[in-house]
């Protein structure tokens, strides 16, 4: 077997291409709209800081255009200094997302979580309308399914601004 990722002498490390868990998309409804949740062993997503990992048709096309930054993420061997400073991209003339990486985050009730993880900010009109962020192994399940939410993206119409 190879890995794109690792040099030989890490191969067996590679969270996307050798992952620990198995990940699985499924498509839900919330109040009217589509919406995706990735399932971690047949389970929805738990961990000490979140209950499930689901998410609609925009953040889904914030995954998708950032891809390649977040395989990156997801592969680096410190992924808190990942990035030195924030950056902006443009992949579509309607779509401007704004990436950054943080050592740590802070969860909903206000206690810090010393984990990677990385955000993206969709931009319209100069201001900062959507976000979504991860940690290391959310964005390996993320590049480990992302042909499957791509498929699920346009069966729903595609992403909407």
Known sequence: MSCKHFPQNRINDCPICFPVDRFEILPKIWISDPIVEILRNGK?????????????????????????????????????KMLVSPFIFQPDPDLSIHVQTFSAFTKYDGHIVDEPFIR???????????????????????????????QWLWSVGGWYR
């Open 44 to 80: 929805s997503w738990e961990s000490p800081w979140d209950k499930e990992f689901q998410f609609g048709r925009l953040k889904t096309a914030l995954i998708y255009y950032s891809l390649e930054i977040i395989e990156d993420f997801a592969i680096h061997p410190n992924p808190g």
């Open 120 to 150: 993206l900010d969709r931009i319209f009109n100069g201001k900062k309308t959507s976000h979504i962020g991860f940690g290391q192994f959310k964005a390996s399940a993320l590049v480990i399914l992302i042909d499957g939410l791509q």
